[in-house]
């Protein structure tokens, strides 16, 4: 059951990653990576209950706050040019 | 088996995702793809038991480096300049390595195996360190006595890393000045 599970999310993946590569403007790129981060916090926990050891948990949990980061950072690039040096920018 | 499998479609999607980071144009869409490529190893070193190593991936690859590209990006250009001629020479450089590795792979002790070199020797340092260093702890008697080189080089790697950046933000400040 939970075998079945892993292989449905793995096939999922494999098609967000062909969505990440060809994906025609980068936004369809950005989605596809953070479903991708999504998709690596399933099978990790999947993974987890499929060996018995799903202390590993708290490891999805890291990978969903980083995932946060990551594409936070990402659309702030985005927005502003830059990261975040508006304050700079304005004085030099 | 089922592990074999999962390896595998993972590996797969690397191996995809490694040519797309090759192949894609825009600096931008290879950041990100930098950044799918991380996740996607953080997982497979998930599935071999390397949990650790898998923490460090995600937080540096998929994380930090993104974020660090991100800032080098803000300070160049986002299009790669186009290749104006296919160069034959890295490519036979890259082939070779990689033949190179795969070459010394096949004399590795299978994987998850008791006889690793890494089992049977070593293996007492608990019982050994003390009559022959002297240093109470063990940890410590490792690292600065057994491999002391080992240690010498890697403090003289994070020295010049350190060198090197406070060198290139000295000069930053003083270009804001003048």
Redesign the interface.
């Known amino acids: 059951m939970i075998a079945a599970a892993l292989l449905a999310v793995l096939v999922a993946m494999a098609l967000v990653v062909v969505r990440a590569l060809r994906g025609p403007t980068t936004f369809d790129r950005l989605l596809a990576a953070n479903s991708i981060g999504n998709g690596a916090i399933l099978v990790l926990a999947l993974f987890g209950f499929l060996t018995g050891r799903p202390e590993f948990l708290d490891l999805g949990l890291t990978y969903a706050l980083l995932n946060y980061v990551g594409i936070f950072a990402v659309l702030k690039f985005f927005r502003h040019g830059s990261l975040g040096a508006e304050a700079e920018a304005d004085g030099t | 088996m089922?592990?074999t499998?999962?390896t595998i479609?993972?590996l797969?999607?690397l191996g995809?995702?490694t040519i797309?980071i090759v192949r894609v144009r825009?600096l931008?869409?290879a950041?990100?793809?930098l950044?799918?490529y991380s996740?996607?190893m953080?997982?497979l070193f998930?599935?071999l038991d390397a949990?650790d190593v898998?923490?460090t991936e995600?937080?540096v690859g998929?994380?930090v480096s993104?974020?660090f590209f991100?800032?080098a990006?803000?300070l160049t250009d986002t299009v790669e300049a186009p290749g104006k001629r296919r160069q034959i020479m890295p490519l036979f450089v890259a082939v070779v390595t990689a033949g190179a590795l795969l070459w010394g792979l096949s004399d590795l002790p299978e994987f998850g195996s008791p006889d690793q070199p890494i089992h049977r020797q070593g293996a007492d340092y608990l019982v050994r360190s003390m009559p022959e260093t002297g240093i109470a702890n063990v940890v410590s008697a490792v690292l600065a006595s057994y491999r002391g080189f080992d240690t010498l080089g890697e403090t003289t790697v994070v020295f010049t890393a350190g060198m090197g950046i406070l060198a290139l933000l000295r000069r930053r400040r003083g270009e804001?000045k003048s």
């Open positions: 089922i592990e499998t999962v479609l993972l797969l999607m995809a995702v797309g825009g931008f869409a950041v990100v793809l950044g799918v996740f996607l953080a997982t998930v599935v949990v898998a923490m995600a937080a998929a994380g993104t974020v991100l800032g990006l803000s804001g």
